[in-house]
């Protein structure tokens, strides 16, 4: 941990865990830096520490420089909770997903995290799901984000959030929200209204011996058309599966957007981490 995380934890302060992979595999320059760096600042502006996470020369990080930032942002391995142990007997540089940052909050006694989306399940390919989920659900942190990935099938990912036991609460909201979008049609296990009935709530959670919760935060804005594009995108990869297809994806939404979405990418991440933060700050006030 970085000096200032470490100190944050230990005086019992706000401190909200960030992940990487948005800063090397899923943003394009210089909407991946613009992102990381809102995300850091909105947290500090709400009195919390920013405790972003990577693998850097075979070593978990909790709590980055900016020159470390450019450095996963400048080429880095896509590192989930699976590949966290060859990263790091390879010494590894590696951009941590939503699985491996959440794993790493844990361990480091970080409770809350912020991230865009979590991974779920593959549209039209069920047996195709997201390390995210399981991760979750095992570690006793709050992941705020702005519903899961809207390429992905929402229903069957919040069956899946259902089997596991993940408590599932929309943010002012009724609806899990659809990333690019405030309404997906499927409603959340419960809702809260503002940051002192969160922290309320988690902090129920976790008396109770409830591990992880998923907090979705409806997006800043609506992209008009995402579900028609987001179909589309997943129609023309077919059959490509694997940790390469929620890149590719987006990928193919940026260019379908005409870069709408990447804007909304940025002010819908770094909108979470902020919401994170009020929340943190209230748990721990």
């Known amino acids: 941990m970085s000096p200032q995380v470490r100190a944050a934890l230990e005086a019992g302060r706000p401190v909200v865990a960030l992940e990487t992979s948005i800063v090397g595999q899923g943003l394009p320059a210089p909407h991946n830096l613009l992102a990381a760096r809102g995300c850091e600042a909105a947290i500090r502006e709400e009195g919390g520490i920013p405790a972003t996470v990577a693998v850097l020369d075979g070593r978990v990080r909790v709590g980055l420089s900016d020159d470390d930032l450019e450095r996963i942002a400048s080429g880095a391995i896509k590192v989930s909770s699976r590949d966290l142990g060859p990263a790091l007997a390879r010494g590894s540089n590696g951009a941590t997903t939503v699985a491996a940052t959440v794993r790493a909050a844990a361990m480091a006694g970080v409770r809350f995290m912020a991230t865009g989306g979590i991974g779920g399940v593959h549209r039209g390919h069920p047996e195709d799901q997201s390390a995210d989920l399981e991760e979750i659900a095992r570690s006793p942190v709050a992941v705020f984000c702005a519903g899961a990935k809207i390429v992905l099938d929402l229903a069957l990912t919040l069956e899946r959030l259902e089997s596991l036991s993940v408590p599932v609460l929309g943010y002012g909201c009724d609806e899990f929200p659809a990333f690019?979008?405030?309404?997906?049609?499927?409603?959340?296990?419960?809702?809260?209204?503002?940051?002192?009935?969160?922290?309320?709530?988690?902090?129920?959670?976790?008396?109770?011996?409830?591990?992880?919760?998923?907090?979705?935060?409806?997006?800043?804005?609506?992209?008009?058309?995402?579900?028609?594009?987001?179909?589309?995108?997943?129609?023309?990869?077919?059959?490509?599966?694997?940790?390469?297809?929620?890149?590719?994806?987006?990928?193919?939404?940026?260019?379908?957007?005409?870069?709408?979405?990447?804007?909304?990418n940025v002010e819908l991440v770094v909108n979470n981490a902020r919401v994170a933060a009020q929340v943190a700050r209230t748990f721990f006030g």
């Open 180 to 264: 690019y979008t405030r309404r997906s049609g499927c409603p959340v296990s419960a809702r809260v209204d503002g940051p002192a009935e969160a922290a309320g709530v988690l902090r129920a959670v976790w008396e109770t011996g409830g591990r992880g919760a998923v907090v979705a935060v409806p997006p800043p804005s609506d992209l008009e058309g995402a579900d028609q594009m987001a179909r589309q995108a997943a129609d023309e990869l077919g059959d490509v599966r694997g940790g390469s297809v929620t890149p590719r994806l987006l990928a193919r939404m940026a260019e379908l957007s005409g870069g709408r979405s990447l804007d909304l």
